[in-house]
C-alpha cells in the first residue's frame, strides 16, 4: 500500500532488488551547526585546502564533515527507532558487534561481519565542506574545571592546591554555531519504505561529531530531493557554486555568520543551476514542488501510527530481502557462534 501521494509510485522499487538498477534519489540538505561540534581526526579539526568558488578561484581552506560523521548518527537515530516500536530486539542486533542482517537498518546502511557476510550500504555519503573558510568558521576554547574551592584547573589535571597557580592550559578547537555544509545524502534502488525511512533519519538527527552527549548540536535543513538514473554534483562543488552565488548576492558579510534565508536561496540557486548542466534523467523536487512532499511526509512521521507505517514497510521489505540473499549466511553466522 502507498504511503506517499505527492510521488509517482515509478520512481520506487516494489521490492529491494540484489543488484543496482540504476534508481537514485538524492536528499539535499544543508547542515547549520547550533552549538560548537567538533568534526575531527588525531585532536584537530578536519579541514581542506580548496578553490572558493566555482567562478572565484581564490584557494581557501574549508572545515570538512566527513561521510562518517554524518551517516553514523543518522544510522542510530534509525535502530532506536526500529528499537522504540519494537522491530528490533537489542540482543539481536548491536551495532559493530552482532548485526542482525535482516532489519531495515542492516539492509538499508550496510553491514560486514568477517567472514558470515557483508552487505553494502545503499546510502551514499561524501565529505561535506563549509561554505565560509576555516578562520570564520572556528573558535579555540580553553578547557578548565572549577573545583568546591573555588579555584580552576584546566582538564584532566588535579585540583590546584591553596594559594598555588596552575600553569598548565589545555585548548581546543570547536566549530562555530551557523556555520552551513551543503550535504548531499544519496539512496541507491529506493523502494517507497527506504526513502521515507532515510529521510526520516536525516530529519530527526540532532548531534553530530565528538562528544554528542555535550555538544555537537546540528540542524538539517533539506532543500529539496531529486529523484535520477545516475549520481549528481559533489558537495564541494555544490558548496563552491553556493559561494559564487552568495558573493555575487553580497550576502557574505565577513566576520558575521551566514544568514540562513540567505543560504538557502543560494543552495537553492545553485543546485537549480548546477542541475541544468547534469547528462542524466532527473526530476526535481525544489522549492514549491518540494514543500509538499515535506509536509506530507512530516505529517507521517509525526504521529505513533505514520511512524509505525513506515518502520513496518521497511521490515518486511528487509526480512523478504534477506531471507532470499542473505539467509544461508546468517544461518552461518549463527551456527558458527
Given at each position: 500500500m502507498a504511503l506517499l501521494k505527492t510521488v509517482d509510485p515509478k520512481f520506487f522499487h516494489t521490492a529491494i532488488p540484489y543488484k543496482p538498477m540504476g534508481k537514485y534519489v538524492h536528499f539535499l540538505t544543508v547542515r547549520v551547526?547550533?552549538?560548537?561540534?567538533?568534526f575531527q581526526t588525531d585532536g584537530e579539526l578536519n579541514k581542506a585546502r580548496v578553490r572558493a568558488g566555482v567562478e572565484d578561484r581564490t584557494t581557501i581552506s574549508r572545515l570538512s564533515m566527513f561521510k562518517r560523521k554524518q551517516s553514523t548518527p543518522e544510522r542510530?537515530?534509525?535502530?532506536?527507532?526500529l528499537r522504540t516500536y519494537g522491530f528490533v530486539k537489542p540482543e539481536d542486533c548491536e551495532y559493530n558487534v552482532a548485526f542482525g542482517m535482516d532489519n531495515p537498518d542492516c539492509i538499508i546502511y550496510g553491514f560486514a561481519i568477517g567472514d558470515s557476510g557483508s552487505e553494502k550500504s545503499k546510502v551514499v555519503v561524501d565529505t561535506a565542506f563549509s561554505i565560509t573558510a576555516f578562520d570564520e568558521s572556528h573558535e579555540t576554547f580553553?578547557?578548565?574545571?572549577?573545583?568546591e574551592s573555588g579555584t580552576m584547573a584546566s582538564k584532566g589535571e588535579a585540583g590546584s592546591k591553596p594559594g598555588e597557580v596552575t600553569s598548565r592550559i589545555n585548548q581546543q578547537d570547536h566549530i562555530r554555531p551557523q556555520v552551513f555544509f551543503p550535504s548531499i545524502v544519496t539512496l541507491k534502488d529506493p523502494t517507497e519504505a527506504s526513502f521515507l525511512y532515510v529521510f526520516n533519519n536525516i530529519l530527526r538527527t540532532r548531534h553530530y561529531g565528538a562528544q554528542t552527549t555535550r555538544t555537537g548540536r546540528v540542524r538539517n535543513e533539506l532543500i529539496g530531493v531529486v529523484f535520477a538514473d545516475g549520481e549528481i554534483v559533489s558537495n564541494l562543488r555544490?558548496?563552491?557554486?553556493?559561494?559564487?552565488?552568495m558573493q555575487a548576492n553580497s550576502t557574505l558579510k565577513t566576520p558575521d555568520p551566514l544568514d540562513e534565508n540567505d543560504v538557502a536561496q543560494a543552495a537553492q540557486a545553485a543546485i537549480q543551476s548546477l542541475m541544468g548542466e547534469e547528462f542524466i534523467v532527473h526530476t526535481d523536487?525544489?522549492?514549491?514542488?518540494?514543500?509538499a512532499l515535506l509536509t506530507e511526509v512530516k505529517s507521517l512521521t509525526a504521529s505513533e501510527d505514520g511512524i509505525r507505517s513506515i518502520l513496518n514497510q521497511a521490515d518486511q521489505e528487509a526480512k523478504a530481502y534477506a531471507d532470499k540473499h542473505i539467509g544461508s549466511k546468517k544461518k552461518a553466522a549463527k551456527a558458527g557462534a
Open positions: 551547526t547550533e552549538s560548537y561540534p567538533l542510530l537515530v534509525g535502530r532506536e527507532l580553553t578547557l578548565n574545571a572549577p573545583y555544490w558548496t563552491q557554486a553556493i559561494y559564487d552565488q523536487f525544489i522549492g514549491a514542488d518540494f514543500q
